[in-house]
């Protein structure tokens, strides 16, 4: 679609571009850069410009804004060498870039005013152009990018460190109630947050064969012979904190070929193998989390990750190099987290380079890896705690599993001196598994190799150390901590909720969004006439935009006076979305029963996205929709109930959800989520929770007191006291509510007839119900009912709604990175100061 420009509007010509470091940045000096990329950097005439092309200059004119500060940062750390952070991590959620740019910069009218001569009258327009990027899935995603963004504001000095995906997890759409994934594409209308770094690219090698020789001091080395390499290019992408001059960097990882094109065997007429190796090399970033379900798949897991902790390992050295610093200083410049246990393999790595690269003895190769690492653990789960097989690991690490060896064989020499002929403390600790198909434990390797382990939440944390790594915790003591998961307010009410971001600034200042604390100020306001009306304006604006949003994508109207319900977050048995749907089909049953007095109208919604081969999370899906589909064509819910489930589900969206909730769903089996951060988001934006007591739900309802929180189900040591003689056909044949829902669902009521398509589901739950959804039903029935009166007050819930986001400081990302800083990373804020635009020292 081609722009129309407003009648009388003269632009300016390109050559006209203000120096983008010039202070009182206009409306003028913004359109003047965007005229200037849309001719010079797109080649398009502004007559002709579509929003594609006005995104794309508008996104590169706020870049060049970015870039002085950029530079004086990587500038001031060459000048005055400090302790930088590097953060691992395989995923970086870190959603639409332009707006939040244009919020770190404080431009975010000048913009919209920019973009008027070309006939946008609303900088929506432009800001829906930008595409997701595809460089994360979940929570881990989302809270590195978070922490990235605190970084940044808090002034400390960070590179973060991934992979640049060229296709992201999938694409998620909803037919015939299923999940169906499609490529994620989003690179295909061009990145113009990214700045390519080849000449600094890096050579990581994968299987070969080691070999030892004596250097010319006589000293035993080994050298790899790799048998494949590859080049990892960098791609920097800016990151900018609130209104500061830093503006750390994110630098993402592509994989290349060494020779990309082999002209033998093109002109011997092997077309396919003259770009063989380029298509191997280059399927390392192809695609986050390649499905493990195959050997190739978890070949090529394992290889996307060594990839970029190699390549990640070598950029800091390379650092070192480049001003003339020995790398045994390595740990007095680089604080390097690794963000659960993808980048683990940083351990053996870092000791290789150290070692084979730099000629280290062990002792010395020991001390600094040590020194730099930490590790953090975000899972209970087993199967999320990363082993691979020895004949997989040693086929494409080689010298790597030497090492790993040779670790292990140290440690356990200090497990001996402490637990003295106890061969079962020995199996439990050490890095290779002996059970079965022998594998090297991930986890048990970060916990090793680091300074210091953390858990994501108190609760988390204590099961760390009582349940997951007992007996590491009684060696190290001294290792484990916790710092508690945040979110950044700037992202997820500044720019997703401008109405309630206003309402802040105007009631307790605008240096809230970098202060949170100053949140428990809004407590002044809940006997507020004046504000409790604002609130609710502030509110019902969010609803509005979700249910335009629901009626655009699903042609369905939803009530905005209806209690939003809210589950959005990855699809998984322990998150218990199947619960939830129960639950909401005892409710269609009260209301068919007419029961359905004292019931709040509601609009349950659920979004999130379920892994290619988990099927039974993929049925949960089908039959959430199932129900909707039954639901949502009754006549006698209308007015009263809806279900709506959001496809591909991701930030841009969840900008959309979080503010407009007035009820957050944390419902997961109490002691396996370790923290969430979706309950966050919600709190933030005014939601209260019904939850269990998991994660970091029990440190909301501690900041919001327990009459702020509807609270249900068993404790993790209640459930653990339940395992081993749970029988889920008996809680069920004591429950005549459950009962009832379960034989309508067996009858096929939400399946057109079909009363096999969700007999897995049933099944299971009747039979073995791992994650105790049975247990917990009538419990969550309960809470649910006190929400229903508590809805029926609304000045009642909104002055509970303030509470909730005036407590909701602690869970800044803010807080949360000063604790790293102090606790773990040991690391300063240090200012930038500016030095100069282009051509300027």
Known sequence: MT???????????????????RNGLTAKDLLDGLVEHLFYSLGR????????????????????????????????????????????????????????????????????????????????????????PGLGNGGLGRLAACFLESLATLEIPATGYGIRYEFGIFDQLIRDGRQVEITDKWLKGGWPWEIAQPEKACTVGFGGHTESYRDRNGAYRVRWIPAELAIGVPHDVPVLGYRVNTCNRLRLWRAEACESFDFQAFDSGNYEGAVEAKVNSETLSKVLYPSDGTSAGRQLRLKQQHFFVSCSLQDMIRSLDARGIPVQEFPEHWAIQLNDTHPSIAVAELMRLLLDDKHLEWDSAWAITTACLSYT???????????????LFGSLLPRHLELIF????????????????????????????????KAVRMAHLATIGSHHVNGVAA?????????????????????????????????????????????????????WTTRPGALQRLQDFQEDGSFLDRWGACKRIAKERLAGYVRRHLELAVDPDSLFDVQVKRI?????????????????????????????????????????????????IRFINGIADVVNADPD????????????????????????????????????????????????????????????????????????????????????????????????????????????????????????????????????????????????LRA??????????????????????????????????????????????????????????
């Open 3 to 21: 722009s129309t420009l407003a009648p009388g509007m003269n632009l300016p010509e390109p050559g006209t571009y203000a120096d983008p470091q």
């Open 45 to 132: 005439r502004v007559q002709r410009a579509d929003r594609h092309d006005l995104y794309m200059a508008l996104s590169y004119a706020v870049r060049d804004r970015l870039m002085t500060r950029y530079l004086a940062g990587l500038e001031a750390i060459d000048a005055h060498p400090r302790r930088v952070v590097a953060y691992l991590s395989a995923e970086f959620l870190i959603g639409p870039q332009l707006g939040n740019n244009l919020l770190m910069l404080g431009i975010q009218q000048e913009a919209a005013e920019a973009l008027k001569p070309f006939g946008i009258n609303d900088i929506e327009e432009i800001l829906h152009v930008e595409e997701e």
């Open 377 to 391: 653990n975000h899972t209970l789960l087993p199967e999320a705690l990363e082993k691979w097989g020895l004949d």
């Open 406 to 437: 040779e670790i292990n064989r140290r440690f356990l020499q200090q497990v001996r001196l402490k637990y003295p002929g106890n061969d079962a403390v020995l199996r439990r600790l050490s890095i290779i598994d002996e059970a079965g198909d």
């Open 459 to 511: 609760l988390h944390s204590a099961l760390v150390k009582q349940d997951l790594f007992p007996e590491f915790a009684a060696l190290w003591p001294e290792k484990f901590t916790n710092v508690t998961n945040g979110v950044t307010p700037r992202r997820w009410v500044a720019l997703a909720n401008p109405a309630l971001h206003e309402l802040f600034c105007e009631s307790i200042g605008p240096d």
């Open 572 to 620: 998984h048995e322990y998150k218990r979305q199947h619960l939830n749907a129960l639950q909401v089909i005892a409710q269609y049953l009260r209301i068919k029963n007419g029961l359905a007095d004292g019931m709040a109208p509601r609009t349950v919604i659920f979004g999130g996205k379920a892994a290619p081969g988990y099927a039974m999370a993929k049925l949960i």
């Open 637 to 780: 819910m209308d007015g009263r109930l809806r279900v709506i489930f959001l496809a591909d589900y991701n930030v841009k969206l969840g900008e959309r959800v979080y503010p407009a909730a007035d009820l957050s769903e944390q419902i997961s089996t109490a002691g396996l989520e370790a923290s969430g951060t979706g309950n966050m988001k919600f709190m933030m934006n005014g939601a209260l929770t019904i939850g269990t007591l998991d994660g970091a739900n029990v440190e909301i309802r501690e900041q919001v007191g327990d009459d702020n929180f509807f609270l249900f189900g068993r404790t993790t040591e209640e459930i653990g006291q339940l395992r081993g003689h749970y029988r889920p056909w008996e809680w069920l044949g004591n429950d005549p509510v459950l009962a009832e829902v379960f034989e309508l669902i067996e009858q096929g009521h939400f399946s057109q007839g079909d009363t096999e398509r969700f007999r897995p589901l049933t099944d299971q739950l009747r039979g073995v119900d791992p994650f105790f959804v049975l247990a917990d039903f009538s419990d969550y």
């Open 784 to 841: 649910q009912d006190a929400i229903n009166v508590t809805w029926a007050d609304r000045s009642r819930w909104n002055r509970m709604a303030i509470m909730n986001a005036a407590r909701s400081g602690f869970f800044s990302s803010d807080r949360a990175i000063r604790e790293y800083a102090q606790r773990i990373w040991d690391v300063q804020p240090s200012p930038v100061a500016m030095t100069g635009g282009p051509g300027r020292t």
